[in-house]
């Protein structure tokens, strides 16, 4: 009768053992897929890539930008979205003094902070205003809601008259190019031609 109880009760101690190693079990399962639907949710990739593309940048029906790259890869699923060019951009951007005529920038790569309204440039950056000068840097930033381009890089000018200006410092400049800033300049430009300031 004894030997009969042990029997009944080594028999209830392994059905427990085997529900709570069934328990680890489901639970380890459960991490393991909570894992890999974590990793399923990473969000940094491109939602869209365009080979060869355009993207106009309006406002009131205006053309503002327009942006061409061999690859655009725009990052829509994080919380600050942008569209970045890797094989380099032309961009064209227009002023309501002369709107039929627009400025250029040229870059080897740059990306676009789509919720700040923010360029960056880099790469052999050269851009051309609407009046004909030339900017030469390597590293260019555009703010475009206070309207304003910026670099700590040597910034090279010249103009249709083949006047030079060096900034070894960088730049500051308003993004139509009616007011700029240059940092340690040296060179020679007309008075005409001079920037509204220079340090």
Partial sequence: MSSHCFKIFNTKTSQHFILLLMFFLIQSCEEDIAKVNNQKK????????????????????IVKVKFKAPLIEQYELID?????????????????????????????????????????????VKIITTEGQTFVTETINWDQNKHKMYTKDTVFVSDKEGNILVGAHGMIAKDDFSEYTFYNNSGSFSSANLPATSK
């Fill in 80 to 124: 600050s979205p942008y569209i970045e060019a890797r094989r380099g951009i032309y961009l064209e951007f227009f002023d309501k003094k002369n709107p039929k005529v627009p400025g250029k920038i040229w870059a080897k790569y740059a990306k676009n902070n789509i919720k700040k309204n923010f360029y960056f440039a880099k790469g052999r």
């Fill in 42 to 61: 990473n969000t940094n990739f491109a939602s869209t890539v365009i080979h060869n593309g355009t993207i106009i940048q309006k406002d009131s029906g």
